[in-house]
């Protein structure tokens, strides 16, 4: 069983890398493009990494810690020896399941979801590419390494949104979730240089053990650990750099529901969770409001859009927000809690739009639909599970991480006071809002008349291969999966796996926040937990009974009620003009500086060039004018002289005796003159 | 009037003058000989002169007599030089013969 925990990781870490490399190099020759390949992989994958889970319940965590490289005797750091491996704890071998499971789902789905695409040998490589780079994200034990997969699956992402390129929407989509994400990212590696500057270590726990002794701390601390949150911000999609996850939907539907429901997004989160324990209370503090203000403005958008993939996109930012917000107020295990339910009935949600996508020959416009429930019953009653669970209904697993999640907020309030009661207020708003918008979406799209006649009659329910994974997922989406306690999860496997840990800064406070000792915290979570429980039962049966008011018995006239509310409405549709003003902030402004460098470069620089050039060629003529006319005027000169010297000369040589002869006479006349006369 | 050495000098010096200016003025061969010959002949002026007033003895005359046969076996050269011009070039023009010019 020792195995399962010390060789098995690396085992369940190259399976999809080994997919990925045969299905790039021999995909095309291998019978149905290689789909099987892929697809048993990671079902074997599942197997292994289900098993690593039990060893990890059985044996305890374990950390392979091996000697990467070494940079010798450092003048300003000291010997540096840099440490690499990978750590099996509750989170690793819980994340491994998980995203083992959805990846070996989404592949089984896509087999008939994709089956006509042109290039679907190179989809499902490119699914197992994205499978070991999010596998090497969990795994790995060194904040390095982690940084490395986290921009492997950066690249995955990038290819698999854009993966049908041919068409400009998902061309630009990709090159927005990259360029946004490396905002985040740039956070992210400072982050890690502070780190490093100070700890001189990147594995998590010399990370840990630094903070410990004092290495970094105040102020540096708080800016490290919101540089690492911006990492999050950008791969989880918080505001502000939420924008590139609704984009992302233009890649394949099960792509949609593998990395950007359930997975990759959610490896914020995961970053969040692993160094959650060293975050100091103001970099808390910010977590836990950037958490609530991404969850509340995406919750208000998810309100009116009208695609069906776009209100799951908004609806994955709200929950991820939740998330987020909850490790930020220091309920670090109902957070992870939330992740792991929320990727899979997220996955099971967005899988089962692809199913209507794919029943409704590519539609995605919910105003289209309407009463598939008679025509795709197996979709609609998955559906439903997942939009029961992800509103909060008890007897689903939300119900257990959403109630424990509000609970913590509650706790929050209590503990700082103050303003801060706005975190849990706004937390219940959104269960609310939560449960409206799902149920807006569940009613459009299955119940009451069908809208578009044509589009309805040729309608089919989806084949097994999609619907099983939806059952699958479906049914993970049930309590008793978790806990067998419908109303508590604390005494279920997973909290007693996932246990809260003792703040390494516990006792500490911030500007407006406490980091309380660990068993004080539980206390004031137990206490809130009934109040918390009652309320979020009555926030999200209003917000069920809004929507079927609203959507399914129209005692209200919703038309009537959004003209009356038209800037609210527009406002949201519109998501809150965020696409617009960064146009304008980022794009407009960028532009405007590369029109001002291209003005500098064309006129200043090329000015200067072309100065020095004219400069040049007119000292060039200048002196060209000098050879020409002085030198080669004096050589000529020296020519024309003798030439002319020669010419008189000549004269006297008229070869005639009697010339020289008086030429003689002349002479001696002179020569007399000057030596007799003067 | 006595008759002194300078009266012999300005007589050999105006003779001298004379073939001087035959000699470079004359084109014709014969002429130029001419010219010479006064040159000699003034030259013999001097010597006899300079001999009579210097009080050389005879030693003037001497020389004068080598210079006469000298002018004598000069012109027998030359008159065969200008037959010769003649025969070539059928003048005794010094100008025309210029074939070596050029």
Redesign the interface.
């Known amino acids: 069983m020792e195995f399962a925990l010390h060789k098995l990781p690396l085992v369940v870490l190259l399976i999809p890398m080994f997919s990925f490399l045969v299905l790039s190099f021999f995909g095309k020759k291998l019978p149905r493009g290689g789909d099987w390949f892929g697809t048993t992989l990671l079902f074997i994958n599942l197997g292994f990494s289900v098993f690593i889970l039990y060893s990890l319940t059985q044996l305890g965590k374990y950390e392979l810690n091996v000697e990467w490289f070494n940079l010798g005797e450092n003048k300003i750091l000291g010997l540096q020896t840099f440490y690499a491996g990978f750590q099996i704890d509750a989170l690793t071998g819980v994340m491994l399941v998980v995203v083992n499971a959805i990846s070996a789902f989404v592949h089984l789905f896509s087999v008939k979801y994709m089956e006509n695409d042109t290039k679907y040998t190179r989809y499902f490589a490119f699914l197992g590419l994205f499978t070991f780079s999010m596998l090497g994200l969990i795994l790995g034990n060194s904040i390095v390494l982690m940084y490395v997969f986290w921009e492997l699956v950066g690249v995955s992402s990038y290819l698999l949104i854009g993966f049908w390129y041919e068409k400009p929407a998902p061309q630009e989509a990709a090159k927005k979730a990259f360029i946004v994400n490396r905002v985040g990212d740039a956070g992210f590696l400072l982050g890690i240089l502070i780190i490093f500057l100070t700890i001189g270590s990147f594995t998590f726990n010399g990370i840990f053990e630094g903070v410990e002794a004092g290495k970094l701390s105040g102020g540096m601390l708080t800016a490290a650990g919101i540089l690492l949150f911006c990492g999050a911000v950008g791969k989880s999609a918080q505001f502000p750099l939420h924008v590139w996850l609704p984009d992302a939907m233009e890649g394949p539907t099960p792509v949609s529901a593998l990395i950007h429901a359930a997975t990759m997004v959610a490896a914020g989160v995961y970053l969040v969770a692993r160094v959650f324990v060293m975050l100091s209370a103001d970099a808390l503090t910010v977590i836990t409001y950037i958490g609530v203000i991404t969850a509340f403005i995406s919750a208000t958008i998810a309100i009116t859009q009208n695609d069906i993939k776009k209100v799951l996109a908004y609806s994955t930012i709200s929950q991820l927000g939740y998330m987020i917000m909850a490790i930020g107020v220091g309920a670090y295990s109902f957070g992870f809690f939330h992740l792991v339910t929320h990727a899979f009935f997220k996955a099971c949600l967005f899988l089962t739009a692809g199913s209507v996508i794919y029943g409704m020959h590519h539609v995605q416009d919910i105003r289209e639909m309407g009463g598939l429930r008679k025509k795709m019953p197996i979709t609609f009653y998955t559906f439903l599970m997942a939009t029961l669970a992800i509103s909060g209904v008890p007897l689903t697993s939300g119900f257990l991480s959403k109630d424990s999640i509000l609970a913590a907020t509650l706790a929050f309030g209590s503990i700082n006071g103050g303003f801060n009661y706005i975190v849990p207020i706004l937390a219940f708003l959104i269960a609310g809002m939560t449960a409206f918008y799902m149920f807006r979406l569940l009613i459009l799209t299955f119940l009451g008349e069908p809208k578009n006649k044509a589009k309805y009659d040729h309608c089919h329910e989806s084949p097994k291969q999609m619907t099983i994974p939806l059952m699958i997922l479906a049914a993970l989406s049930f309590f008793g999966v978790f806990s067998f306690n419908p109303f508590d999860a604390s005494g279920g496997w997973f909290l007693k796996l996932v246990k809260m840990p003792e703040h390494l800064l516990a006792g500490t406070s911030g500007l407006f926040y406490h980091i309380l000792p660990l068993e004080e915290y539980m206390e004031h979570i137990h206490h809130a937990h009934m109040t918390a429980m009652v309320l979020s039962l009555v926030i999200s049966g209003l917000g069920i009974l809004t929507a079927f008011t609203f959507y399914y018995w129209k005692k209200v006239d919703v038309e009537k009620l959004t003209e009356s509310i038209k800037p609210l409405y527009n406002f949201s549709l519109n998501k809150w003009y965020f696409d617009e003003l960064y146009d304008i902030i980022a794009i407009k402004s960028t532009m405007g500086l590369s029109r001002m460098s291209a003005w500098f470069d064309g006129k200043v620089v090329d000015g200067a060039v072309n100065g020095a050039a004219s400069v040049t060629r007119s000292f060039s003529k200048f002196n060209g004018l000098f050879d020409n006319i002085v030198v080669d005027g004096l050589v000529n000169l020296t020519g024309g002289m003798v030439g002319a010297f020669g010419l008189i000369f000549r004269k006297f040589q008229t070869g005639k005796i009697q010339t020289y002869i008086a030429f003689l006479v002349f002479g001696i006349l002179v020569m007399y003159f000057i030596f007799r006369v003067l | 009037m006595e008759i002194g050495l300078n009266h012999y000098l300005v007589l050999s010096a105006i003779l001298f003058g004379l073939g ?1 200016f035959a ?3 004359r084109r014709n061969a014969i002429l ?1 000989l001419m010219g010479i010959e006064l040159i000699l002949n003034a030259a013999n002026i001097n010597l006899v002169a300079f001999s009579h007033f210097g009080g050389m003895g005879v030693d003037g005359q001497v020389l004068t007599i080598f210079v006469m046969i000298l002018a004598v076996a000069e012109a027998a050269v030359a008159l065969g030089i200008v037959l010769n011009l003649y025969n070539n070039f059928a003048t005794v023009d ?2 025309e013969a ?1 074939t ?2 050029d």
């Open positions: 001087l000699m470079i003025t130029v010094v100008d210029n070596m010019k």
